[in-house]
Nanobody
């Protein structure tokens, strides 16, 4: 398993920015693929974007445009830069990890390891 800890959430005004962090530990070498998700009250969890095993970054419709995913030099922390935040971005943001399908050579789409989440609140 991989232990994931999110941080960096908080309350900001619309138009502001936040930088979320996801620190990975444990058997991280078995879970090289990381992703960001979010869940608003009363709504289903949705994907924001993901960092693949080959360094490829993917964004969903929710994450494309104003959000940027990156990783530190030590490859132990993944970041989510959020700019021009809107009230509809208010949600609990989670990071998750998954392994690599050695046959296909790409990340498994089923994320099994999750962090506790960090709250992001955007006011108008």
């Amino acid at each position: 398993q991989v232990q994931l800890v999110e941080s960096g959430g908080g309350s900001v005004q619309a138009g502001g920015s936040l930088r979320l962090s996801c620190a990975a530990s444990g058997e991280a070498y078995n879970r090289p693929c990381l992703g960001w998700f979010r869940q608003a009250p009363g709504k289903e969890r949705e994907g924001v974007g993901a960092l693949g095993n080959r360094g490829t970054i993917y964004y969903t419709t929710s994450g494309k445009g104003r959000f940027t995913i990156s990783q530190d030099n030590a490859k132990t922390t993944m970041y989510l830069e959020m700019e021009r935040l809107k009230p509809e971005d208010t949600a609990v943001y989670f990071c998750a990890a998954t392994g690599v399908d050695e046959v296909v050579g790409s990340c498994d789409t089923l994320f099994g390891d999750w962090g506790q989440g960090t709250q992001v609140t955007v006011s108008s």
